[in-house]
C-alpha cells in the first residue's frame, strides 16, 4: 500500500494529492465514483485529517473532484467526461515562480505545529504571550487618542515613530542618526528582503554567517545571490575570511548577526570589530547588522552594535521589535544613507504603500512611554528564568549527549549531539512524543547540532520537554534512560 514520503521535500498533502490524481486517471476511480472519507483516508495513510483535507481541496481546485455535503467526495464527471471544463493547473503555478520557498524543515515543522497546538515548542524564535507588554500596551491604547486619518502615509514611515526611534537608538543602542535615515520595515525579514531586492542583483556574491539565520532564509537564493559561508567560533566570524572571499568571487556585502547570533548566541568578538570595521572601509564593503537581540543581554549591559563605531557609514543597521516586546506588532526598522532609505521605501511602496499606520503610532507610545525600559527589565529575568530552566533539565537528561555553551542574552541555546543522528529521523521521532525543535542543518550547519528556543514554551512545559525530546534521542541511538 502507498504511503507519503515523509522525508520528501515535497508536502505531505501534496503528495497525497499527485496520488489520487495519478489512480484518478488510471481508472482507479472512474469519473462519478465515491472516494474514501478524509477521516477513513488520514487512518489509512497514517496522516492528520487536516492533510487530507488539504490534499482534497488541491484537487477541488483543479475541478478533479466534488464534495456535496451528505454526499462525500466523488470523482467529477464533468472533468472526465466528454466535454471537460478545464481549470488552471493550480499545483504546476504553485511549483513556479523565482520565490522559493522554505527549507522542508521549516515546513514540517509549521505542519506540525498547525496539526498539534499541544506540542511544546522549542522551534518558533518569537516570545511567548507571557512576555509581551499586553497590559502596558492596553493602557497605552485606553489613554491615547489615535490619529483619525486612516490614508496612506509617508512611505518611509510614520514621522513621530521615526523620531522616537532617533531617542531610543542613542539611549539604547549608542547610534546617533535622523529620523530622515530611518526606514520604518515590517520586521527585519522585511528589511532583508528589500536590500536583497533592490540593492543587489542575480549573481552577486555576498557572505553570511555559518550557521546562520540568514542560511534558512530562501529570500537569498530566490533573489539569485550566490552565498559564501564565514565559520563561526566562540568569537565570531574572522575578518580574515571576509578578505579572502573579497579577492576569490569579489562579494558585494557581508550580513552578520554579531550580538547573541541566531543560533548560537555568540558575541562578536571587540577585537575582530575593530578590524572589521577597517577592511569594510579598505574594500568599500557593505555590512548588514542584523541586531534583534541586544536588549535581552541578561546582565542589563547590552554589547554594542557595530553601527555605534561606524564612523563612515558601512552599517545597514536592522531592529525591530519582535525579539523585545511583540511579533505581532510587526514594526522594524533600517538605519541607512538617506539615499538608501529613499530607494528602498520606493520599493515599499510599490509592494504594499507602507505600513498600516495605527501599530507605527501605538509603537512609539510605547518607546516614549514610562512602560519601556521596565517592560525590558522584566522580560530580561524571565528569558534567564527559562533559559535556566533548559539548562537545568539537559543537564539532568542528557548529561553526556549534548553540548553547549551558555548564552547571555538572546532567545536561543545551540547545542551539539555527542552521538551522530539523522535530522529528520530525529524530529519525526520528537514530533511522535510531543516535542518540536529546529535542526542545526537549517542554518548552514552539518547534521549533529540542534537549536532550542526557550522563549516560546511556558516555563512548566520546559522540563518535560526535554525529557520527551530525550525519550525521543535515546529510541533513535539505541540507548535505555538510567535507572
Not at 499527485?18 to 472519507?37: A, F, K, N, T
Amino acid at each position: 500500500m502507498w504511503i507519503p514520503d515523509r522525508q520528501s521535500k515535497k508536502p505531505l498533502y501534496q503528495q497525497i494529492a499527485d496520488h489520487l490524481e495519478q489512480r484518478i486517471s488510471y481508472g482507479e476511480y472512474p469519473p462519478g465514483s465515491l472516494l474514501p472519507s478524509e477521516r477513513k483516508l488520514a487512518d489509512q495513510l497514517g496522516v492528520n485529517r487536516s492533510t487530507v483535507i488539504l490534499a482534497f481541496a488541491e484537487l477541488r481546485s483543479m475541478g478533479i473532484i466534488e464534495s456535496r455535503t451528505g454526499s462525500g467526495t466523488r470523482v467529477s464527471k464533468t472533468k472526465w467526461g466528454a466535454t471537460p471544463k478545464h481549470t488552471p493547473n493550480w499545483s504546476r503555478y504553485a511549483e513556479g515562480g523565482s520565490f522559493l520557498p522554505n527549507p522542508p524543515f521549516m515546513r514540517r515543522i509549521r505542519e506540525a505545529l498547525h496539526q498539534h497546538p499541544s506540542l511544546i515548542d522549542f522551534a518558533s524564535g518569537e516570545l511567548s504571550a507571557d512576555l509581551a507588554p499586553n497590559d502596558e500596551i492596553t493602557k497605552l491604547m485606553s489613554e491615547h487618542k489615535y490619529t483619525s486619518y486612516l490614508g496612506y502615509d509617508n512611505p518611509q514611515g510614520y514621522v513621530p515613530l521615526r523620531q522616537a526611534l532617533v531617542s531610543y537608538l542613542e539611549r539604547h543602542r549608542g547610534i546617533h542618526t535622523t529620523e530622515s535615515s530611518i526606514l520604518i520595515t515590517s520586521g527585519s525579514q522585511q528589511s532583508l528582503y528589500l536590500i536583497t531586492q533592490c540593492l543587489l542583483s542575480p549573481g552577486d556574491a555576498v557572505a553570511i554567517e555559518d550557521p546562520s539565520y540568514c542560511y534558512s532564509l530562501p529570500m537569498f537564493q530566490s533573489a539569485g545571490l550566490r552565498l559564501f559561508r564565514l565559520p563561526v567560533d566562540s568569537s565570531g566570524i574572522r575578518p580574515e575570511d571576509i578578505r579572502a572571499l573579497y579577492k576569490k568571487h569579489r562579494i558585494k556585502m557581508v550580513f552578520m548577526n554579531p550580538n547573541f547570533q541566531n543560533p548560537t548566541g555568540m558575541v562578536f568578538d571587540a577585537e575582530r570589530r575593530k578590524q572589521l570595521l577597517d577592511l569594510a572601509s579598505e574594500l568599500r564593503l557593505p555590512i548588514v547588522e542584523d541586531d534583534p537581540f541586544s536588549l535581552t543581554a541578561y546582565d542589563g549591559v547590552p554589547p554594542s552594535p557595530l553601527k555605534s563605531m561606524d564612523m563612515i557609514g558601512s552599517i545597514l543597521y536592522i531592529g525591530s521589535f519582535s525579539k523585545i516586546a511583540a511579533s505581532g506588532m510587526r514594526i522594524g526598522w533600517m538605519v541607512a544613507p538617506n539615499s538608501i532609505v529613499e530607494r528602498l521605501a520606493d520599493a515599499r511602496q510599490q509592494m504594499d504603500f507602507g505600513l498600516s499606520v495605527i501599530p507605527q503610532q501605538v509603537a512609539a507610545q510605547f518607546l516614549n512611554s514610562n512602560h519601556f525600559v521596565p517592560h525590558l527589565e522584566r522580560l530580561r529575568m524571565q528569558l534567564q528564568f527559562k533559559r535556566d530552566l533548559l539548562i537545568e533539565a539537559l543537564q539532568k537528561e542528557l548529561p553526556d549527549l549534548v553540548t553547549f555553551s551558555i548564552p547571555q542574552g538572546g532567545l536561543h541555546l545551540w547545542c551539539k549531539l555527542i552521538p551522530e543522528v539523522h535530522d529528520g529521523k530525529l524530529l519525526e521521532e520528537a514530533i511522535r512524543r510531543g516535542v518540536v525543535f529546529v535542526p542545526g542543518s537549517v542554518y548552514g550547519s552539518d547534521s549533529g547540532y540542534i537549536r532550542f528556543t526557550y522563549a516560546r514554551a511556558k516555563a512548566e512545559e520546559i522540563g518535560p520537554g526535554i525529557a520527551k525530546f530525550a525519550e525521543a534521542l535515546r529510541e533513535l541511538i539505541g540507548e535505555k534512560p538510567a535507572l
